[in-house]
Structure formats: structure tokens, C-alpha cells
């Protein structure tokens, strides 16, 4: 009762470790104080002593009930001892090599902390019917032979388990993405930017893909120790976990039986630069081969309208562009996520659609084009009725994006000579903005 009355807090983000020490030791002093008043009005001498023993029992864990676990030292080592939390693992850079050491070390030390995936992932599976509803979930996608409706509708996930009859595969998505903390907006902004590393399961129910609780933490790395060390210093370790999880498996028990899972990592996501970043291609999209599905030139790749089936990336011609230059290639070298067998970055076919349509892609310089031809060139109406219809709009189909989204404003440009209207779009609302574009220009007036 006492561990559970102390975790409640512990999982909540508004309160600090200081305050549930706090918390448990007001509680602790207030049944301290109970268990004198009890003593004071009760006569134990009117008692048989079977009941004066048990009476003496409880009053007494009722002031101690926080004793096995009143320092946070204490609290984490019965939470390990239980199985059910496992510390960090934490690294730092010594004599230009990655070393993991003890957790005892100062923070300003750590270039990289990551967490137990095996363990996370064992505790998530054994959660409810977690592992039941995702092997009943994969059986009935499976079925679906006529559309792609899933990644394991696809022949990535199929070919890796044809390598591996018999045995249970859960595929694993990896995902990177930097935050900045610490001031982002001061003069030493960046500095503080920190990677972090997260992993999800694509096969999980859809009712269950989009909550955040099912999205868990890897670790996370110092982006000022990427840019010094290279990435592969870090992710190598990273790698070496995903290879224990695939190869050896997770025994995972359930209230029914035990199964023995095997999850592999086999699509690494994020926006293009963070993918770019992770699997080693060009950094720079103004590079000379900056795509990472392709190998032509940027000069055609800007105007290309089609695909060209002879300059496509192929296992084969990436371990020689390995061995060349960067501005020959495109590469900055092997990644070290190649060394899992589930996975090989060539194969690694996610597109940010994210920024590639909404945020600043096709759709944003696509919508911008459209709005100015009608205000501008045609003249259909003009920005104010633009924005009056997208609030009437709001009204009658109330869509939070749209209500989020500010009003198109204009500005002076001087490559165009004259006025243009400017977005400031996050790639929602630039998704359901197209309620607005639909609209007949000549029903706006």
C-alpha cells in the first residue's frame, strides 16, 4: 500500500522527487501522531492477547509503513530488487572511446544516457493483453493480401520472416528528434540541444497507435557530443541492444502461457535532416547528392519529373560509395545500424511527409502559388475575404486547426516585385486547410 500510495506521484510531471520525499514524510509524522492518540485512549490491558499482539502490529506498521522506503535510494533499490525498474545506462567520452560508467557520476559528465529496452519492452508485453492483441492484430493484417494496410503488409517485414520460420516477429519503429533546453532563445542557443531516441510498435491495435504512453524513451545524446565524436560513437551501442533483442528474444509471460518474442528494429524515422544525420548520408541538401533513395546530381534532381531506375540507391553500389568521398557519394560512411540483419539503410523507405507536403513542402509553396494567382494576377477576391470565409468556415465545421490558425497576412517581396501573402502554417493546419482551398474562388467574394 505504502509503494503504491508513493508511486501515484513519482508518474506525475508537475511534482518533483523533493516533493513525494516531502509528502511521505508529513504522512509518516501524522500517523506517528495518530498511533500515539490510539495508544492513549485504548486500553490494551482489556484485550486477550492474540488481539493486543495483532492490535500492536498494526498501530506500529501504521508509523513505519514508510521505513523500507523512505530515502530515493531506498525507494529505486526495492523498485529494482522487484522487477519493476532498472537504472539507466549511462557513458561518457574518454580518451576519444564511448565507456559506460556508474550512475553516480555527475550529469555534466554524460554524453549519452540510455534506458533498458530490453526491460521496457518485457513489462510492456506482459501489460494486460498487450502481446495477445499485437500477435492477433499481425495474423489479421497478414490476411489482408490485396492493399497495403499495414508495414507488415509490405515485403520488408515479410522477407525478414521468411529468414526466420518459427520464430515470433514483432517489427520496431526508431525514431530521433532534437529539443532544446536551457534558454533556446538566448545567444548560445543550440548548445543545449539534446537528440532523443524513442521506439514504438506499428503493429499495436490503431485505436492504440496515437496515444503518446505507447511511444517509450531509448535514451537520449548531447547534440554538441554528435557533431564532436560522430554519431556512430553513440548509436553503436544503441544498435548492440536492438541485435540482443532480435537474435536472442524476449521471454515474455502472460497469464496464459510464455511466449519467446524476437523484436527487430526495421524502419528508422524523423525528418529528413535526422534521418540524413542517423544512417550517415549528406547533411546538407544543397550538397551535390544529397537524396538518399537515389544517386543522381542535384541539378537534375531539381528538375526531374520522374524516376530513374538505373541511378537508384542498391546494396551493391552503397558499399562503393562507401569507400568514396562524401561530395563523390553522399555518404559519410557506413552506419552502424547496417550491422543488424533485420535492417539495411538502403531498404530504410520512409519519407517525412510531414515537411515534404505540409510544413514547408509541396503543399505549402503549392498553396501560397494558388492563393497569390487569385488575389494578385486574377484578381477572384482579396486577402481580407480570404481569411472572413476561412472564419465562417470555422463556424460551420469547426475544425480546431483552422481555429488555431492566424489570418494570412502580406508582405512586399522584392523577387517578385510586389505584394504576396504570407503562411504561417504547422502542418495541420496546412492539411486541413484544403476545406478553405476547395472552396470556389468565385464563391468567396
Same mark, same amino acid.
Given at each position: 500500500?505504502?509503494?503504491?500510495?508513493?508511486?501515484?506521484?513519482?508518474?506525475?510531471?508537475?511534482?518533483?522527487?523533493?516533493?513525494?520525499?516531502?509528502?511521505?514524510?508529513?504522512?509518516?509524522?501524522?500517523?506517528?501522531?495518530?498511533?500515539?492518540?490510539?495508544?492513549?485512549?485504548?486500553?490494551?490491558?482489556?484485550?486477550?492477547?492474540?488481539?493486543?499482539?495483532?492490535?500492536?502490529?498494526?498501530?506500529?506498521?501504521?508509523?513505519?509503513?514508510?521505513?523500507? *522506503?523512505?530515502?530515493?535510494?531506498?525507494? $529505486?533499490?526495492? #523498485?529494482? /530488487?522487484?522487477? @519493476?525498474? &532498472?537504472?539507466?545506462? +549511462? %557513458? !561518457?567520452?574518454?580518451?576519444?572511446?564511448?565507456?559506460?560508467?556508474?550512475?553516480?557520476?555527475?550529469?555534466?559528465?554524460?554524453?549519452?544516457?540510455?534506458?533498458?529496452?530490453?526491460?521496457?519492452?518485457?513489462?510492456?508485453?506482459?501489460?494486460?493483453?498487450?502481446?495477445?492483441?499485437?500477435?492477433?492484430?499481425?495474423?489479421?493484417?497478414?490476411?489482408?493480401?490485396?492493399?497495403?494496410?499495414?508495414?507488415?503488409?509490405?515485403?520488408?517485414?515479410?522477407?525478414?520472416?521468411?529468414?526466420?520460420?518459427?520464430?515470433?516477429?514483432?517489427?520496431?519503429?526508431?525514431?530521433?528528434?532534437?529539443?532544446?533546453?536551457?534558454?533556446?532563445?538566448?545567444?548560445?542557443?543550440?548548445?543545449?540541444? *539534446?537528440?532523443?531516441?524513442?521506439?514504438? $510498435?506499428?503493429? #499495436?491495435? /490503431?485505436?492504440? @497507435?496515437? &496515444?503518446?504512453?505507447? +511511444? %517509450? !524513451?531509448?535514451?537520449?545524446?548531447?547534440?554538441?557530443?554528435?557533431?564532436?565524436?560522430?554519431?556512430?560513437?553513440?548509436?553503436?551501442?544503441?544498435?548492440?541492444?536492438?541485435?540482443?533483442?532480435?537474435?536472442?528474444?524476449?521471454?515474455?509471460?502472460?497469464?496464459?502461457?510464455?511466449?519467446?518474442?524476437?523484436?527487430?528494429?526495421?524502419?528508422?524515422?524523423?525528418?529528413?535532416?535526422?534521418?540524413?544525420?542517423?544512417?550517415?548520408?549528406?547533411?546538407?541538401?544543397?550538397?551535390?547528392?544529397?537524396?538518399?533513395?537515389?544517386?543522381?546530381?542535384?541539378?537534375?534532381?531539381?528538375?526531374?519529373?520522374?524516376?530513374?531506375?538505373?541511378?537508384?540507391?542498391?546494396?551493391?553500389?552503397?558499399?562503393?560509395?562507401?569507400?568514396?568521398?562524401?561530395?563523390?557519394?553522399?555518404?559519410?560512411?557506413?552506419?552502424?545500424?547496417?550491422?543488424?540483419?533485420?535492417?539495411?539503410?538502403?531498404?530504410?523507405?520512409?519519407?517525412?511527409?510531414?515537411?515534404?507536403?505540409?510544413?514547408?513542402?509541396?503543399?505549402?509553396?503549392?498553396?501560397?502559388?494558388?492563393?497569390?494567382?487569385?488575389?494578385?494576377?486574377?484578381?477572384?477576391?482579396?486577402?481580407?475575404?480570404?481569411?472572413?470565409?476561412?472564419?465562417?468556415?470555422?463556424?460551420?465545421?469547426?475544425?480546431?486547426?483552422?481555429?488555431?490558425?492566424?489570418?494570412?497576412?502580406?508582405?512586399?517581396?522584392?523577387?517578385?516585385?510586389?505584394?504576396?501573402?504570407?503562411?504561417?502554417?504547422?502542418?495541420?493546419?496546412?492539411?486541413?486547410?484544403?476545406?478553405?482551398?476547395?472552396?470556389?474562388?468565385?464563391?468567396?467574394?
Amino acid at each position: 500500500m505504502a509503494l503504491n500510495f508513493l508511486l501515484d506521484p513519482h508518474k506525475r510531471r508537475n511534482i518533483t522527487r523533493k516533493d513525494v520525499l516531502d509528502v511521505q514524510s508529513r504522512v509518516r509524522d501524522l500517523n506517528s501522531h495518530l498511533e500515539g492518540l490510539i495508544r492513549s485512549v485504548i486500553s490494551f490491558q482489556t484485550f486477550d492477547p492474540q488481539t493486543r499482539y495483532v492490535t500492536d502490529i498494526y498501530l506500529h506498521k501504521m508509523s513505519t509503513m514508510f521505513d523500507f *522506503i523512505d530515502t530515493e535510494h531506498k525507494f $529505486f533499490k526495492f #523498485l529494482t /530488487e522487484s522487477d @519493476l525498474f &532498472k537504472q539507466p545506462r +549511462v %557513458f !561518457i567520452i574518454k580518451n576519444n572511446s564511448i565507456n559506460e560508467v556508474d550512475n553516480d557520476i555527475s550529469i555534466k559528465s554524460t554524453h549519452l544516457i540510455l534506458l533498458d529496452i530490453e526491460f521496457q519492452i518485457r513489462k510492456f508485453f506482459e501489460t494486460e493483453n498487450v502481446l495477445i492483441d499485437i500477435i492477433t492484430n499481425i495474423n489479421k493484417l497478414m490476411q489482408v493480401r490485396d492493399k497495403y494496410v499495414n508495414f507488415v503488409s509490405g515485403i520488408l517485414y515479410q522477407s525478414n520472416v521468411d529468414k526466420h520460420p518459427g520464430k515470433l516477429i514483432i517489427p520496431l519503429f526508431f525514431y530521433t528528434d532534437e529539443f532544446e533546453i536551457n534558454d533556446p532563445l538566448s545567444s548560445h542557443n543550440k548548445r543545449h540541444s *539534446i537528440s532523443g531516441l524513442y521506439y514504438s $510498435f506499428p503493429t #499495436l491495435p /490503431e485505436h492504440q @497507435l496515437s &496515444k503518446l504512453s505507447n +511511444v %517509450f !524513451i531509448a535514451g537520449a545524446i548531447k547534440k554538441v557530443d554528435i557533431s564532436e565524436h560522430g554519431i556512430d560513437t553513440f548509436m553503436k551501442h544503441v544498435v548492440d541492444v536492438f541485435k540482443k533483442i532480435e537474435e536472442n528474444g524476449i521471454t515474455i509471460h502472460t497469464s496464459n502461457r510464455e511466449y519467446k518474442i524476437h523484436v527487430s528494429l526495421m524502419l528508422v524515422q524523423g525528418d529528413n535532416l535526422g534521418i540524413h544525420q542517423t544512417l550517415r548520408f549528406a547533411g546538407s541538401f544543397s550538397a551535390k547528392f544529397y537524396c538518399r533513395f537515389c544517386r543522381r546530381p542535384r541539378e537534375f534532381l531539381q528538375c526531374d519529373t520522374k524516376e530513374y531506375e538505373e541511378y537508384l540507391r542498391t546494396i551493391e553500389n552503397y558499399e562503393t560509395d562507401v569507400a568514396l568521398k562524401q561530395s563523390e557519394s553522399g555518404l559519410t560512411g557506413s552506419s552502424a545500424f547496417n550491422g543488424l540483419t533485420s535492417f539495411h539503410v538502403i531498404r530504410n523507405f520512409y519519407a517525412d511527409s510531414m515537411h515534404d507536403l505540409y510544413s514547408m513542402g509541396v503543399c505549402h509553396y503549392g498553396f501560397l502559388e494558388i492563393i497569390n494567382h487569385c488575389i494578385y494576377t486574377k484578381r477572384y477576391c482579396t486577402l481580407y475575404d480570404i481569411n472572413r470565409k476561412r472564419k465562417m468556415l470555422n463556424n460551420y465545421r469547426f475544425e480546431q486547426a483552422l481555429s488555431r490558425m492566424p489570418d494570412l497576412e502580406e508582405q512586399f517581396v522584392k523577387a517578385r516585385k510586389g505584394k504576396c501573402v504570407s503562411l504561417r502554417m504547422t502542418a495541420n493546419e496546412m492539411a486541413v486547410s484544403r476545406i478553405v482551398s476547395n472552396i470556389r474562388i468565385s464563391q468567396i467574394r
